[in-house]
């Protein structure tokens, strides 16, 4: 059953509290203030000394009735006090395309490097490694037809998917060879292109801007990579690692940010340190308009070289006996506040929505503002900007519900709507957090706020939060997740 409305309010007999979003809209937050003086409202610190939420209850549901179990540790986050922060997606246009550009090249001379001006050279590359796609999708969908394997039809079906694609790539790159050059063309005009070229260094690297698709120009992804083959698509003869590992037949860098700094001192082969580097990054984000974002993750960038052996009479990579570098840094930046970055709070992609209706159990909210950076010899080398907000306002310290009042409110919505969640198969709830959730503008496509919320779910093991019950910390309302998107 899902939801028709949007927030479910508490009680009423509160006082209005009213916070403006980016778009002029009021967003009423009804706020017990008659009787702050008897501890109604409360603080970050009299929930770290909650004991563990431990109840059980029945819920009727059109299947019979159900025992219904909550053992759920509180988890509060690292800060003073907590804040409502309200957003808007950051546009791209031609001004800040040129401040990006600038920031990363810095420099550098700046050419196209769209389809329409990649050069003779990288065009022909591009259909040779479409003809080997082509080849090779082939030569495994006859080697399926061959053995009669009992899951034969589905790979042929996904090889002959990838196998279109390819062709379909190649009559791009082979109609642009017709016009191509032989040399870049120098950008003039930054309304019209989205991928551009230039170097970092030594390295020619690429930047490309990608708008999202639900249109207003809100920036989707920027991401930047030197072109080298597994960084980019379209590459060049160039060598990108650490020079211990040149002579090496194949290598690779990890450039995967998680949500920890390392703080541990280890040898790394780059010649930047990683306080210089972290400045780098820094001035960039400066430079970008993005210095309110918070470091979450800080990791040195691993590589991995080996070398190709014979076996059976073929060649291949035995990953086994790789040797291992470090060379560079990785670092990891979010939109947040009060040291907390919204992405790692409840990001609602971390959690299975599908309670509310089936077919949208696979939906993705474009949640995650989030940059992340690879430093190495040549100064910041890769970058990877996705769906990236402006902070507009930060309304601080404001006031909180009672944690009984909460969890009162979450029994009430699953005795309630027992059946949006599955009960029939998964009954106990085993974690209840406090962070930060998205609710958009009604009013401004857009705009967002983040707000203090709750949530309660199944954790497990593998880290999907299942069967979600969201509430705002302010006013106690229910938090829907597909009617914030």
């Given at each position: 059953?899902?939801?028709?409305?949007?927030?479910?309010?508490?009680?009423?007999?509160?006082?209005?509290?009213?916070?403006?979003?980016?778009?002029?809209k009021?967003?009423?937050?009804?706020?017990?203030?008659?009787?702050?003086?008897?501890?109604?409202?409360?603080?970050?610190?009299?929930?770290?000394?909650?004991?563990?939420?431990?109840?059980?209850?029945?819920?009727?549901?059109s299947?019979?009735?159900?025992k219904?179990?909550?053992?759920?540790?509180?988890?509060?986050?690292?800060?003073?006090?907590?804040?409502?922060?309200?957003?808007?997606?950051?546009?791209l246009?031609?001004?800040?395309?040129?401040k990006?550009?600038?920031?990363?090249?810095?420099?550098?001379?700046?050419?196209?490097?769209?389809?329409?001006?990649l050069?003779?050279?990288e065009?022909?590359?591009?259909?040779?490694s479409?003809?080997?796609?082509i080849?090779?999708?082939?030569?495994?969908?006859?080697?399926?037809?061959?053995?009669?394997?009992?899951?034969?039809?589905?790979?042929?079906?996904?090889?002959n998917?990838?196998?279109?694609?390819?062709?379909?790539?190649?009559?791009?790159?082979?109609?642009?060879?017709?016009?191509?050059?032989?040399?870049?063309?120098?950008?003039e005009?930054y309304?019209?292109?989205?991928?551009?070229?230039?170097?970092?260094?030594?390295?020619?690297?690429n930047?490309?801007?990608?708008?999202?698709e639900?249109?207003?120009?809100?920036?989707?992804?920027?991401?930047?990579?030197?072109?080298?083959?597994?960084?980019?698509?379209?590459?060049?003869?160039?060598?990108?690692?650490?020079?211990?590992?040149?002579?090496?037949?194949?290598?690779d860098?990890?450039?995967?940010?998680?949500?920890?700094?390392?703080?541990?001192e280890?040898?790394n082969?780059?010649?930047?340190?990683?306080?210089?580097?972290?400045?780098?990054?820094?001035?960039?984000?400066?430079?970008?308009?993005r210095?309110?974002?918070v470091?979450y993750?800080?990791k040195?960038?691993?590589?991995?070289?080996?070398?190709?052996?014979?076996k059976?009479?073929e060649?291949?990579?035995?990953?086994?006996v790789?040797?291992?570098?470090n060379?560079?840094?990785?670092?990891?930046?979010?939109?947040?506040?009060?040291?907390?970055?919204?992405?790692?709070?409840?990001?609602?992609?971390?959690?299975d929505?599908?309670?509310?209706?089936?077919?949208n159990?696979?939906?993705?909210?474009?949640?995650?503002?989030?940059?992340?950076?690879?430093?190495?010899?040549?100064?910041i080398?890769?970058?990877?900007?996705?769906?990236?907000?402006?902070?507009?306002?930060?309304?601080?310290e404001?006031?909180?519900?009672?944690?009984?009042?909460?969890?009162?409110?979450?029994?009430?919505?699953?005795?309630k709507?027992?059946?949006?969640?599955?009960?029939?198969?998964?009954?106990?709830?085993?974690?209840?957090?406090l962070?930060?959730?998205?609710?958009?503008?009604?009013?401004?496509?857009?705009?967002?706020?983040?707000?203090?919320?709750?949530?309660?779910?199944?954790?497990?093991?593998?880290?999907?939060?299942?069967?979600?019950?969201?509430?705002n910390?302010?006013?106690?309302?229910?938090?829907?997740?597909?009617?914030?998107?």
């Amino acid at each position: 059953m899902k939801h028709s409305i949007l927030r479910k309010i508490i009680p009423a007999g509160m006082a209005l509290v009213l916070l403006t979003g980016c778009g002029g809209k009021k967003v009423d937050y009804d706020m017990e203030t008659e009787q702050e003086s008897k501890g109604v409202v409360s603080t970050l610190d009299e929930f770290r000394e909650a004991d563990n939420w431990d109840d059980s209850f029945t819920v009727t549901t059109s299947d019979g009735d159900v025992k219904v179990r909550i053992n759920a540790p509180i988890d509060v986050p690292k800060a003073d006090n907590m804040s409502v922060v309200t957003v808007e997606e950051l546009k791209l246009d031609t001004n800040y395309k040129k401040k990006v550009l600038k920031a990363y090249f810095k420099d550098s001379e700046i050419y196209y490097h769209d389809l329409e001006h990649l050069t003779r050279e990288e065009l022909q590359s591009a259909i040779d490694s479409m003809d080997g796609t082509i080849i090779s999708a082939q030569s495994q969908i006859d080697e399926l037809e061959s053995k009669g394997q009992q899951d034969a039809e589905q790979w042929k079906e996904r090889l002959n998917g990838w196998k279109e694609e390819a062709e379909e790539e190649k009559k791009k790159y082979e109609k642009a060879l017709d016009t191509a050059k032989d040399t870049y063309t120098i950008a003039e005009d930054y309304d019209n292109c989205n991928e551009y070229v230039g170097y970092c260094g030594d390295l020619l690297c690429n930047m490309c801007f990608e708008v999202k698709e639900s249109g207003g120009n809100a920036i989707a992804y920027i991401t930047a990579s030197p072109l080298v083959q597994g960084k980019s698509n379209i590459y060049v003869n160039q060598y990108y690692g650490p020079q211990s590992l040149k002579d090496c037949d194949y290598i690779d860098g990890y450039s995967s940010v998680s949500a920890s700094i390392d703080k541990t001192e280890s040898e790394n082969e780059c010649s930047i340190s990683k306080e210089d580097a972290k400045q780098l990054v820094e001035q960039f984000l400066k430079e970008t308009g993005r210095d309110n974002q918070v470091l979450y993750g800080l990791k040195n960038y691993v590589w991995y070289g080996a070398n190709a052996t014979e076996k059976d009479g073929e060649e291949f990579i035995d990953s086994e006996v790789s040797e291992v570098r470090n060379w560079g840094y990785l670092f990891g930046y979010g939109s947040g506040v009060n040291g907390l970055v919204f992405s790692n709070s409840l990001d609602y992609n971390d959690f299975d929505v599908s309670w509310v209706t089936l077919e949208n159990s696979d939906v993705y909210f474009e949640l995650q503002d989030e940059t992340t950076f690879a430093v190495t010899d040549a100064g910041i080398t890769e970058v990877l900007m996705q769906y990236p907000i402006n902070i507009t306002k930060i309304s601080k310290e404001v006031e909180l519900l009672p944690l009984s009042t909460i969890q009162n409110i979450i029994k009430d919505e699953i005795i309630k709507n027992g059946d949006d969640y599955q009960l029939d198969e998964f009954k106990s709830f085993n974690k209840l957090k406090l962070g930060y959730a998205r609710i958009k503008d009604d009013q401004k496509e857009g705009c967002y706020s983040y707000v203090p919320a709750w949530c309660l779910y199944m954790n497990e093991a593998y880290g999907t939060g299942r069967h979600p019950v969201f509430v705002n910390a302010m006013d106690g309302t229910l938090i829907h997740p597909l009617d914030e998107m």
